[in-house]
């Protein structure tokens, strides 16, 4: 199953880790460092745990992705998020355990034009969750990684409304 929703605001918020009593601390470097979440609007988020390894690979899928991106037309280049029409008093959250993510840059396909930052994240049941993000959230979720990545995370929080 693949769910797809513009994102209105980005957040990313530090987080504390403790190993549950009885249970086998993670591998060093794959607990969770921070929580990215999206949104948009006020009844649709997505929060995704993400350890420094994770921001630290999720970097360079944006690294590879910018490369690929292609002029695009005028009326492309301020392309801004839609907030997700569910009725109000319904409120879905979404929290994937991930297991892989992708990023694909704004370009113009055959089937039409893509405007804006696709964000893919694989679940573990291999259902997909794909964030349409602008530029300026791009940079603001790279941050956000760089700083989760290189330790630098804790006790700040990084926001793009």
């Known amino acids: 199953m693949t769910i797809g929703f513009h994102a209105t605001e980005f957040h990313c918020h530090p987080v504390e880790f403790e190993v549950p009593e009885g249970q086998e601390p ?28 994770d921001a630290e690979g999720m970097m360079g899928a944006f690294t590879q992705a910018e490369p690929m991106r292609q002029q695009l037309p005028p009326e492309a280049l301020n392309w801004q998020p839609e907030i997700t029409g569910l009725p109000n008093g319904m409120l879905w959250v ?39 993000v602008s530029d300026a959230t791009c940079v603001s979720i790279i941050r956000a ?9 804790e006790g700040a929080d990084v926001t793009d409304e």
Do not use: K, Y
């Not at 991930?98 to 034009?113: A, F, K, N, Y």
């Not at 994240?121 to 969750?129: C, K, L, R, T």
């Open 94 to 132: 979404l929290s994937p355990q991930l297991i892989g993510m992708s990023v694909t840059p704004p370009q113009d396909t055959e089937d039409g034009l893509v405007p804006h930052w696709t964000v893919a994240f694989q679940d573990a049941d291999e259902s997909v969750i794909q964030v349409a």
């Open 26 to 53: 993670p591998e060093p470097g794959t607990e969770p460092a921070a929580m990215l979440e999206f949104r948009s609007g006020p009844n649709m988020a997505m929060h995704v745990p993400i350890s420094r390894g």
């Open 145 to 153: 990684l760089a700083q989760v990545s290189n330790g630098e995370f």
